[in-house]
Each structure stands twice: as C-alpha cells, then as structure tokens.
C-alpha cells in the first residue's frame, strides 16, 4: 500500500511567522510531489508542485524535496490568518497512471 | 478562468438507489477523475479516465460504480445501488498534462439514509 504521512495537527503559528509543514511518502520510485491547500468545506487547490530533489519557491511558499529520505516540506512565509486551512501533500505513485495519493492533510491555524 | 463544475451540490438519497453525479471538465483537459472525501477523513482516489477509457481504479471502486464521458463534455459517476457508507464529498478533477496538477471542482455532497 503506497501511503503518504502528514501530521494532523493542527500547527498553530502566529502571523508573520514561518509555519512548516512536513510529509512522508512510502513508494520509493514517486517522481511528482504537490502541496494543495483546503479550506474548510471547499475542494483542494494546488498550491505547489516539485519534481526536483532541492527547494522550489513561489511567493511566500518554499516547497523542498528530498528523495533519498522520501520527505517533502512546505515553508509559508509571513505567514496570514487566510493560510488557515487544511494542507494536503499528494504524490504520483510509480507503476500507476497519474494516480494522485493524498496524505490526510495538516491543519494550520494562523491567529492575529 | 475557466473552471470545473459539477452537479448537483447535494444529493439526498435512500439506500438501494442509483445516484449520478455530474461534471463538466475544464474543456482542452485529457485526464478526468473522481475522488471522494469523507467527512473528516482523507481525500481517496476513485478512479481516472483517459483517452475515453478507465486508466487507473482504486479497491474502493467496486462493481457499484461506473463512469462515462457520454457526449466529450460531461464526465459521469454512476453508483448503482448506494449503500450508507457511500455517503461522501465527490470531487470531480481535471487536468491537460496528466502530472497531477489536478484543477478539483466545488464536489457534489451526497447523503445516504
């Protein structure tokens, strides 16, 4: 079963801080890793992706890949109450056709 | 900005019956899916659909549901005969490359009683 891990939370940061999402996916020969942000009651938005061991930044957002340790990292910068949602890191499993597998997602509150 | 959308938002239904639910993909994108969240829960894959036949299907997908792209705009999910453990948000997505960057329409809920 090719499972990918998040920590539930939720992680509570202040705003302007960096808050740091973590992930873990099992299947070793994954080559596409995204970041989709969900709001409470809404549908998954993409966020981020990342094919490349290494950082990827876009705005505030810093994605980071690490392959041999089969671990990606989300980074919000500055962080605002309207980055509270629900982060789900998701994963292309190998030997599949553009399957798509989510973690259960980290809750992020940002309080004033 | 074009977008998914899908129908209805909310279905109620009574357990035993047929349920189809509706998307319109977005227009020049080639892999559609369908996925379900329960609630609470994680987002599951269903099912993915390319070149006008099932690409991928998870165990969840059993012999109860079916999909079609009856008329190259809409993208169906069918569940034949639905039991309460089928109540869920479905999410229909769509995307052009097929990397996963997956463009998710607003989910239609559905309650079985």
């Known amino acids: ?112 | 900005e074009p977008e998914v959308t899908q129908t209805p938002s909310h279905q109620v239904t009574q357990m035993g019956q047929e349920v189809i639910l509706r998307c319109v993909p977005i227009s020049n994108h080639l892999y559609f899916y369908w996925y379900r969240q329960i609630l609470g829960q994680k987002v599951e894959f269903l099912v993915s659909f390319y070149n006008n036949e099932i690409s991928e299907k998870s165990e969840i997908f059993d012999d109860q549901f079916s999909v079609e792209r009856p008329d190259g705009s809409n993208f169906t999910l069918k569940i034949r005969s639905t039991k309460l453990e089928d109540s869920a948000m479905y999410f229909c997505a769509s995307t052009r490359s097929g990397t996963g960057e997956l463009f998710f329409g607003e989910g239609s809920r559905l309650t079985v009683l």
């Open chain 1, 1 to 112: 079963q090719k499972e990918v891990e998040q920590n539930s939370g939720p992680l509570s940061v202040p705003e302007g801080a960096i808050a740091s999402l973590n992930c873990t996916y099992s299947d070793r020969g994954s080559q596409s890793f995204f970041w989709y942000r969900q709001y409470s009651g809404k549908s998954p938005e993409l966020i981020m992706s990342i094919y490349s061991n290494g950082d990827k930044e876009d705005g505030r957002f810093t994605a980071q890949l690490n392959k041999a340790s089969q671990y990606v990292s989300l980074l919000i910068r500055d962080s605002q109450p309207s980055d509270s949602a629900t982060y789900l890191c998701a994963v292309v499993t190998s030997g599949g056709y553009n399957k798509l597998i989510f973690g259960a997602g980290t809750r992020l509150a940002v309080h004033p």
